[in-house]
């Protein structure tokens, strides 16, 4: 063995941390799970094209999970709020930077999205706070049908809930607004995580990039056409 | 052609510092940006005012002394350029040009357009460098170099220490400089004995003077005089995260080892 001195693993994670990379470690890494999340997400919504039966059927079975369902529920809370905390952290640093602004700045080749990434994340965090208050507490009403107990266990009316709450414009409005930021965020997210993390390659980086520009916009795509069929389908209120 | 200016005079670190408008008349396609403020400084000089403070030093774009904000882009509008290798064709007859000094909590001004970058300095004392005895040289091609790497090293190498990455970048970040410095020893053998230390010591120090992160923007490499590219900042990245994750660094701020005189260029 040699004999060179290691610190131990806790201080040193802990010292990792303190430095801005170890932040972005975090964001990164819990990015990962919330992107693997909204697009099992999607998958589930996605099921409104097969009709009422399928998409409440899913709920049902969701429901009949409760252990995967809560652990499912605590990681992504831990990820949101370790998301939010580090990308606080990251934003108090880098606000001391520069006490005194420029009279005339221009921002020459900056995406629209990777200098919005700090007002898009605070808007969308909002809208899901609504979101589940909307579809899964039913706290906002809109016609939210809670479950009730049927033959075969609980019933679920997620279609309905969805389909009540999408006829409302302003609904399906903010939730588009929402999902056009979050496309925003995933556009300049994805690919960055990788290069904060120190993953970078000549060739493979700008593919990175492209893919990272269509898969936001495959995301937004799925999202966004739900409530557009909704209110096309069973018109608005 | 006759040009209106508009430039940051600040008499000393302790002014506040203001916009002044002044007109610089029968300039010369041919001229150099820093030879036009040369002009217009004359003439103040011939009315008994001060003249404009900058940097300047070799006016070849190799020193890295000049640069300041023309029109709110560090070195002006022309790409890969620094402002001594700026020329005057590239402006029109009549334009209004704004020209402040970088801004940065790490590079407080010390009069008009001059701005202390000796944070730069303490982070190359970090750790920007080889430990190898002098005296006698050792043979030229006695330690063989991948010819990618010797590209690669030699690109990064390029760096001129401007400080225009820091200027531009809406974060502050000095990634792209610290980067570049990490990239370019990180990419030889002869780097490698130091280069987990160099990476935990450089970034720990660059964070210290008061720099902001990096968020992967890209607008430092669009005005980097040396087109210095985003890709340093991941090896730095890459490098300072084997560092921890080896544990022969101590990869947060070491109170062990305190940097020489930390953040001595805020405290003015
Ligand atoms: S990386 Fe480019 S812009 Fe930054 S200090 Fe070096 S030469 Fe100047
Ligand atoms: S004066 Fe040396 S780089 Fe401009």
């Known amino acids: 063995m040699s004999t060179a001195a290691v610190e131990p693993r806790l201080k040193r994670t802990w010292g990792l941390y303190e430095v801005y990379i170890g932040k972005k470690l975090v964001m990164a890494g819990t990015g990962v799970v919330l992107v693997l999340y909204i697009i099992g997400h999607l998958l589930g919504n996605l099921q409104i094209y097969a009709g009422p039966e399928q998409m409440n059927q899913y709920a049902a079975f969701l429901h009949s999970q409760p252990g995967l369902l809560w652990t499912a529920r605590i990681v992504l809370l831990a990820a949101v709020g370790a998301h939010i905390w580090s990308s606080f952290l990251l934003w108090r640093d880098k606000r001391r930077a520069r006490p005194i602004g420029y009279v005339k700045k221009d921002d020459i080749p900056a995406s629209y999205a990777s200098r919005t990434m700090m007002w898009s994340g605070p808007i969308i965090a909002a809208f899901v706070v609504f979101h589940v208050l909307h579809l899964t507490t039913g706290d906002v009403g809109l016609g939210f049908q809670p479950p009730t107990a ?28 929402a999902i056009a930021l979050l496309t925003m965020h995933l556009y300049h997210g994805m690919w960055s995580m990788f290069q904060s993390v120190g993953i970078s390659h000549p060739r493979y980086t700008p593919l ?30 | 052609m006759n040009l209106i200016l508009h430039v940051w005079r600040q008499k000393n670190a302790k002014d506040p510092g203001r916009m002044v408008r002044y007109e610089a008349r029968n300039i010369s396609a041919h001229m150099s940006f820093l030879e036009m403020l040369d002009v217009v400084n004359e003439e103040l000089i011939a009315r008994g005012e001060e003249p404009i403070a900058f940097d300047h030093d070799c006016r070849e774009g190799i020193c890295g002394m000049c640069g300041f904000m023309i029109n709110g882009v560090a070195h002006g509008p022309e790409r890969g350029t620094t402002v001594c290798q700026l020329h005057m064709r590239h402006f029109k007859d009549g334009d209004e040009l704004y020209i402040e000094p970088w801004r940065s909590r790490a590079f407080p001004v010390i009069k008009d357009l001059v701005v202390d970058r000796s944070a730069f300095d303490r982070i190359i004392a970090a750790g ?21 790497n010797a590209e690669l090293a030699m690109d990064a190498a390029a760096c001129i220490a401007c400080g225009a990455c820091v200027a531009q970048c809406p974060n502050g970040s000095a990634a792209l400089f610290t980067g570049a410095k990490i990239a370019h020893l990180g990419l030889l053998p002869q780097g490698q004995p130091e280069r987990d230390r160099r990476a935990v010591a450089m970034v720990v120090q660059m964070t210290k003077e008061g720099f902001g992160h990096c968020t992967n ?18 090896r730095m990245h890459r490098d300072y995260l084997h560092a921890a994750w080896t544990g022969r660094q101590k990869p947060g701020f070491r109170e062990d080892q305190p940097a020489e005189e930390p953040m001595a260029g805020n405290r003015r």
């Open chain 1, 150 to 177: 049927g033959p075969t266990g609980e019933a679920f009316y997620a279609y309905e809930n969805v389909v009540n709450g999408f006829r409302y414009p302003a609904v399906s409005a903010a939730y588009i607004f």
């Open chain 2, 128 to 148: 920007g460098y080889i430990s190898v005895r002098t005296g006698s040289a050792p043979d030229a091609n006695a330690i063989p170099v991948p010819k990618e």
């Open chain 2, 217 to 234: 923007i890209g607008e430092c490499e669009a005005v980097c005089p040396k087109e210095i590219k985003l890709d340093v900042i991941a």
């Open chain 1, 208 to 237: 990175l990039k492209s893919l990272a520009h269509v898969f936001s916009i495959a995301i937004a795509a799925g999202y966004i056409s739900i409530p557009v069929y909704v209110m096309i389908r069973f018109g608005v209120k």
